[in-house]
C-alpha cells in the first residue's frame, strides 16, 4: 500500500518539477531541446511497456486478455483525443506558442493525466509490484516533467506570473494519485483485472508515445536528433531495469 503511495505521488508531482523550470527562464525555448526532451522521454516510455507492461501482462494471463486491454487502452485514449482539447503547437524555431484558452489546456492536461495514474496503480497490483510498479512510476514521471513544462510555459505566455503557472501546473498532475488507487484497488481485490489493466496501460503508452510524442518531436526539422534522443532513452531505461 505504501508504495503504491509513494509511486503514485512521485510521477504525479515530476508534472511540478518540470514546471519549476519556468521560475528561472524567460519566454522563449527552442523547439529543438524541447524536440529531444519529448523524444527522449518516448524511448523510455517504451521501453517501460515493452519490457516492464507487456511481459507481465502475459505472465499474469495471456495473449487474448493481452490484446484485448491493449485495444481498450488504445481506444480509451483515441475517445479521449477525440472529445477532449488537445495542445496544438504551433511549429517555429524558437518560440512555443498555444492556440488553445487557458481553462482548456489545463483541463485537457489533467484529463490525459487519468490512464497514466491507472497505469501506475495497475502496475502495483502484480506478483512484481515493486519491481513493475517503480518502473512504470519512474516511465510515468519522466514523461510528466516536461509535459509539466510546456502548462507552467503556455500559463506564463498567457501573461499568469511565474508562481502561479507553476502551482497550477503542478496541479493538473495530482489526479494521477487518486486515479492510480483506483487502479490499484481495482486490481487487487479482482485478479482476473490484472492482466487487463496492465496491458491497457501499456496500450494507453503505446498511444501516446506514437500519436503524440514522436509526431510532436518531429514537428520542427529535428528529426534526426530526436530519433537519437529516442534511441538514448530506450536504452537509459533498459538500463535502469538491468541494474535494478
Known sequence: MSEVIFGSVLSALST???ALVILFMDRSVTHRWRDTLL???AG???AAALLGLIPEALNNGGFIQLS???FLGVFTLTLLEMNIPHIDLEHSKHNIKFDEKAMLIISAITLHNIPEGLSVGVSYATNQAAETGNLIAFAIGLQNAPEGFLVALFLFNQQINRLKAFVIATLTGTIEIIT???GYYSTSYVKLLVPYGLSFAAGAMLFIIYKELIPESHGD???RISTYSFIF???FMILLIEMF
Open 221 to 223: 526539422g529535428n528529426e
Open 180 to 182: 492510480a488507487m483506483i
Open 233 to 235: 532513452g530506450l536504452l
Open 39 to 41: 523524444a527522449f522521454t
Open 44 to 46: 523510455i516510455m517504451m
Open 16 to 18: 511540478g518539477l518540470g
Open 68 to 70: 484485448i486491454g491493449i
